[in-house]
T-cell receptor, first 112, second 113 residues
């Protein structure tokens, strides 16, 4: 069964450093998303991406964040200058022509 | 007012019984409703979705939607210890394109053997 994959599973970085989180969505899906979940809190939407552009973003997704689909398979989230409060699980999700979003296993980001 | 509300639990149910999980939402523009299961330290796993009023059944799971009351529920029949997890309710407002999911805080379910 097709699934969303994410790398790395765990990323430790120092405050102020740049990180890139990678995702490979399900191959025939058209819509791509990033969500995050701070430990013990709810899943929060960051950004959605369709047709090679951002279709919606949340207040969390400020100028420090960017997304890219550099080729036909990868979908990346970049955080330019990480802060302590960026520590969270980051989930990539994808959806086909239906509305159902399927989540990847997540990347645990720890900022020290 | 919270957009999606769930009782955080924990909800304890004996093995073999029916577990009933509830969710209310505030935006009447919400049109698609999803239940995800999340095991500790894992990602959300889609288990049910429902778009129309009424019931939708899939195996041991039944999703119920009442748009007039802005209420969606998930019933798990013949509960198993492996059903112990946090259940996340999510809604989507369908306007143009494919927008975000808004999640509740989740209900922690424990099935007691």
């Amino acid at each position: 069964e097709p699934e969303v994959t994410q790398t790395p599973s765990h990323q430790v970085t120092q405050m102020g450093q740049e990180v890139i989180l990678r995702c490979v969505p399900i191959s025939n899906h058209l819509y791509f998303y990033w969500y995050r979940q701070i430990l013990g809190q709810k899943v929060e939407f960051l950004v959605s991406f369709y047709n090679n552009e951002i279709s919606e973003k949340s207040e969390i997704f400020d100028d420090q964040f960017s997304v890219e689909r550099p080729d036909g398979s990868n979908f990346t989230l970049k955080i330019r200058s990480t802060k302590l409060e960026d520590s969270a699980m980051y989930f990539c999700a994808s959806a086909g022509r239906g509305y159902e979003q399927y989540f990847g296993p997540g990347t645990r980001l720890t900022v020290t | 007012q919270k957009e999606v509300e769930q009782n955080s639990g924990p909800l304890s149910v004996p093995e073999g019984a029916i577990a009933s999980l509830n969710c209310t939402y505030s935006d009447r523009g919400s049109q698609s409703f999803f239940w995800y299961r999340q095991y500790s330290g894992k990602s959300p796993e889609l288990i049910m979705f429902i778009y129309s009023n009424g019931d939708k059944e899939d195996g041991r799971f039944t999703a119920q939607l009442n748009k007039a009351s802005q209420y969606v529920s998930l019933l798990i029949r013949d509960s198993q210890p492996s059903d112990s997890a946090t259940y996340l309710c999510a809604v989507k407002i369908v306007r143009v394109g494919n927008e975000k999911l808004t999640f509740g805080t989740g209900t922690r379910l424990t099935i007691i053997p």
